[in-house]
């Protein structure tokens, strides 16, 4: 009995071991994350978005599709390798009385070449031709004659010392990095409908409870009704003006559910969830006050919007490639050196051993290429030019938009938030008035449809605050998006 006391214990923690090494799998794998039974916080949904949206990793992916540019921009300095296998048989008639009736020829060659960013193109080849003959005059037979040649290439004009490869890399840098800002900017506005849905939801909330507030006070009033109609202190008419007013009510609790219901449905769309998990918000609309001041946001929308920094790195990209075409249209003027050892022998160990013995041949010259029309790069540096031009005036107007969005978001802030405060205090005078109203229908000071009406201003009243405060949620959302600052508080949740 001992032994089982010990085995089961330790057989339930294997089995929770396995348990959280198969949560830690799927979540490294990228499974989809899935709410917990707890309502959700804001920051959970972000999370679950960040973890399950595939606009998510369509953005990412997109991003890594970008930066494999920069790979092939700098492929131009990759180091090639490259191999040459011969075999020639030559069996021709020939006129001279020395030429042969036969030749065999093997070629075995190696070799490879490097361009570096000062633009130097280096070539090393290395080779060894079997040579055999049944010619007479041969004096080796067969022979071998292994070869070492370097050649070198400077551009001088064009391209010179690598500077057109350099900066046409520094400009698929820069190119990469815009993607990176649109990556940012795609999950940005996802999170930002993110919040609006979730004050949404959550705004649907509240007003379910609202109209659940209303419905209880007026089945309340209808059973006040009953019971004084039922003993002849009322009208009929006010028995059946509260039953009709109970009904409404019942009407309006029943269209506030299909809203909430949509609205979680809304929620789950965007966090990709199961369709058939019920989720339900933590945080309700409330009032939270945040100093904002207009100068201060103007600063912040100037330092981090990732539209204007695209085009100031589009500009400086457009001002890369119109000196890249720039230079494209000079003559190309090469430096161009080789040196070439060898050695002959019986054998190819001694051949090779011949090689660099001062059998060598030395080369130098100066290869100069003029195009006449030149047409291409002219074109293409009008187009250059053009697009430069192009990306000066799409900052400048991005400059003056940034102004005017700002401002606006800012104004909608500020608004709604005098309007909110206004809005409450409004509220806690209608229920003061309904709650003294219906002291005095206690004691038959009051009238039914003065009590209903009095409700109906509560009503109002609290749902109107209900909408200022999403108002009020959804201009703070829109203010940080205007700021392309929302990210910047969940990117730690990326």
């Known amino acids: 009995m001992q032994t089982k006391r010990i085995v089961y214990p330790l057989l339930g923690c294997i089995v929770l071991l396995l348990c959280v090494g198969i949560y830690i799998a799927n979540a490294q794998e990228g499974k989809l994350l899935v709410p917990s039974e707890e309502p959700l916080s804001l920051q959970e949904c972000i999370k679950l978005t960040a973890q399950n949206s595939f606009e998510v990793k369509l953005a990412r992916l997109d991003f890594l599709i970008a930066e494999t540019d920069i790979g092939i921009a700098e492929a131009v300095f990759d180091t090639s390798l490259f191999a040459d296998i011969n075999y020639e048989r030559d069996k021709q008639e020939q006129v001279s ?40 005059y041969v004096s080796r037979n067969p022979s071998h004659e292994a070869e070492t040649s370097l050649g070198i290439r400077q551009p001088l004009a064009k391209n010179y010392f690598g500077y057109a490869d350099r900066r046409t890399v520094s400009a698929t840098r820069l190119a990469v990095q815009n993607a990176d800002l649109d990556t940012k900017e795609r ?7 993110v919040e609006k849905a979730y004050w949404e939801w959550a705004f649907s909330k509240k007003r379910l409870e609202i109209y659940r507030e209303i419905l209880a006070k007026a089945k ?16 009929k008419g ?34 990709n969830i199961n369709a058939d998990d019920r989720i339900d918000p933590r945080e309700s609309l409330e009032y939270r006050k945040e100093l904002f001041n ?25 001002k890369i490639i119109l000196e890249t075409k720039a230079n494209e249209k000079w003559p190309e003027i090469d430096l161009v050196a080789s040196m070439t050892a060898n050695g002959i022998a019986s054998e190819f160990s001694k051949a090779a051993d011949r090689v660099g013995t001062g059998n060598a041949d030395y080369y130098a010259g100066l290869e100069i290429s003029v195009p006449l029309e030149n047409n291409l790069a002219k074109s293409e540096f009008k187009k250059a030019a053009h697009n430069k031009e192009k990306a000066i005036i799409e900052l400048k107007n991005i400059e003056r938009a940034i102004i005017t969005e700002v401002g606006n978001s800012f104004r909608d802030y ?4 005098g309007n909110v405060t206004n809005l409450i205090e409004v509220a806690e005078l209608q229920y003061e ?3 003294e109203e219906g002291k005095q229908f206690k004691y038959g000071r009051s009238t039914t449809k003065r009590l209903i009406d009095y409700q109906q201003d509560y009503l109002t009243a ?6 200022g405060l999403l108002d009020l949620e959804t201009s703070r959302t829109n203010l940080g998006k205007t700021l392309n600052a929302i990210l910047e508080k969940y990117e730690r949740m990326l």
């Open 97 to 136: 009385v020395f030429g042969t009736d036969e030749t065999i020829t093997n070629t075995y060659s190696a070799g490879a070449s490097k361009t570096f960013p000062s633009g130097t193109e280096f070539t090393l080849t290395l080779s060894d031709k079997r040579n055999w003959s049944d010619s007479q």
């Open 187 to 193: 999950i940005e506005l996802l999170f930002a409908d």
């Open 220 to 235: 309340e009033l209808h059973e006040v009704n009953t019971n004084n109609y039922d003993v002849g202190r009322i009208e």
């Open 238 to 271: 006010d028995f059946l003006a509260s039953q009709a007013n109970v009904v409404i009510r019942e009407k309006d609790v029943l269209i506030a559910e299909n809203k909430y219901r949509r609205a979680e449905e809304n929620m789950k769309l965007l966090i």
């Open 294 to 318: 207009l100068t201060g946001c103007l600063k912040k929308a100037f330092q981090i919007r990732r539209d204007y920094q695209k085009s100031k790195t589009e500009l400086a990209r457009q």
């Open 414 to 417: 500020v608004t709604y938030e």
């Open 433 to 435: 008035k309904l709650d």
């Open 462 to 467: 609290k749902l109107q605050v209900a909408q």
